[in-house]
Every structure is written in structure tokens, then in C-alpha cells.
């Protein structure tokens, strides 16, 4: 069992950065790929980007790609999100997950979800 907890978000305006963290409990954090996904009202969930076990491989979606950065720390069962230029369309909540069966942008893979952070940008 793995819960996780989100923290960082807040209301910036566009061009700003924010930088999102995902706390992890449990000793198996390393086993995990760690995704990150949001949702805008009225959307259904997106991927965002996601890392491999180590931190040696990440993914992420076109729209961000440049812009944002996912890294992770495992000794502290944290996983970052580093969101850089943000844009109003970036405006969603961001959610943490973890999957055991590899970097995916299939939100059905994951098997543990946090419980969000909202992320509001203004132009």
C-alpha cells in the first residue's frame, strides 16, 4: 500500500513557475514509476509526465515538454514536478501516481492516486 500526498500548488500568473511535490509513505517508493496527471474542469484526466524507478528515464506529454520537469528523490519518497512558463490552460488540479507496471500515460496503470493540488494560472 502507497499514499501519497500532494503540496505545491497555488494561483501564479501566467509565465511563473510553481513547483509541485508528492510525498510517498511506504519502504517500496523505488519500486514505483511515478506519474503526474491533471484534470481542468469540465476535461478528463491527462498525463503529464512520468519517471522510471531510478530517475534515469522521463516522459512527458507535448504540451508541457520543455516547460515543466519531473524528477524524484528516493530517499525521501518524494517525487517533484518543476512547472516553468506556466500558461492559463495549464490550469487543472495536479495529481501524484505511482505505478508497478512501468511509465505509462494510461491513468488505468497506476494503481495509487493522491488527493490533488489545485494549480490556477491568470493570464
Known amino acids: 500500500q502507497v499514499q501519497l500526498v500532494e503540496s505545491g500548488g497555488g494561483l501564479v500568473q501566467a509565465g511563473g513557475s510553481l513547483r509541485l511535490s508528492c510525498a510517498a509513505s511506504g519502504r517500496t517508493f523505488s519500486s514505483y514509476v511515478m506519474g503526474w496527471f491533471r484534470q481542468a474542469v469540465g476535461k478528463e484526466r491527462e498525463f503529464v509526465a512520468a519517471?522510471?524507478?531510478?530517475?534515469?528515464?522521463?516522459y512527458y506529454a507535448d504540451p508541457v515538454k520543455g516547460r515543466f520537469t519531473i524528477s524524484r528523490d528516493n530517499a525521501k519518497n518524494t517525487v517533484y514536478l518543476q512547472m516553468n512558463s506556466l500558461k492559463p490552460e495549464d490550469t487543472a488540479v495536479y495529481y501524484c501516481?505511482?505505478?508497478?507496471?512501468?511509465?505509462?500515460?494510461?491513468?488505468?496503470?497506476?494503481?495509487?492516486w493522491g488527493q490533488g493540488t489545485q494549480v490556477t494560472v491568470s493570464s
Open positions: 519517471i522510471s524507478w531510478s530517475g534515469g528515464g522521463t
Open positions: 501516481a505511482a505505478s508497478r507496471w512501468g511509465a505509462t500515460m494510461t491513468p488505468g496503470e497506476y494503481d495509487y
